[in-house]
């Protein structure tokens, strides 16, 4: 079966197990490479909330959406989450699965000024089942693209942001379990250095959407080599 009839079957099919906000681009453009950006928390989940009344959920979607923008024009984004809506873990891995993503992005935030950190899947349990035959561990049979992803994002990060002090490694994260592609959890910077006013805070997110859809681009580039 070609991917091109394989979308068309899973378009119908999404349309009846995926929220109605997250399926609004079915129509995919199979010349080129799928990013899944799921912008984490959402809904009564706020994720982490400043002192100043900052929402961990808006700003996850805000950079989504800014990132997205700056791969239409070479890659084919899409979002699991396009308003402030709560989906669960295994939603969002089923979202990416049945798209056929070739890029998992889960964006977060954290709270250590100037530090960036970029995780692939690992576990703790080194009796854990075959990743074949465990769906939460799908992700350990992509890991050794995500880890070189993982490298790759935190290289480019010290180069473009000379104050980003960026680390990356494995961690047995929710966000990544039941993923079949190459997927990482971001959480680019603290909660606490997002600037205060609108103006800012929009520059702010731009220089680092900017810096992800530029690790994005040099992640292909690589796997094409």
Not at 34 to 58: A, F, N, R, W, Y
Not at 148 to 172: E, H, N, R
């Amino acid at each position: 079966m070609t991917k091109e009839i394989s979308w068309l079957l899973l378009a119908a099919a999404l349309l009846t197990i995926i929220p109605l906000p997250m399926a609004d681009a079915l129509t995919i453009k199979t010349s080129r490479k799928l990013v899944v950006l799921d912008p984490g928390h959402g809904g009564v989940d706020s994720g982490i909330i400043s002192t100043t009344g900052i929402h961990e959920k808006q700003i996850t979607l805000n950079l989504a959406r800014m990132t997205a923008q700056r791969l239409s024009d070479q890659y084919y984004p899409l979002l699991c989450r396009t308003t402030d809506i709560r989906l669960s873990e295994t939603e969002r891995a089923a979202f990416a699965n049945q798209n056929m993503a070739d890029l998992f992005l889960s964006l977060h935030l954290h709270s250590e000024n100037n530090r960036g950190f970029f995780f692939y899947f690992d576990t703790p349990d080194t009796a854990a089942t075959s990743p074949g035959f465990d769906w939460r561990t799908q992700a350990l049979n992509h890991q050794d693209k995500s880890k070189q992803a993982a490298t790759l994002f935190a290289t480019i990060f010290q180069d473009l942001g000379k104050k980003t002090k960026p680390f990356s490694g494995p961690a047995p994260a929710l966000p990544l379990e039941g993923l079949r592609m190459t997927a990482l959890l971001l959480e680019p910077f603290s909660i606490s250095d997002i600037p205060g006013t609108a103006d800012e805070q929009e520059r702010f997110l731009a220089s680092y959407a900017e810096m992800i859809a530029r690790s994005i681009e040099a992640y292909f580039e690589k796997e094409a080599l």
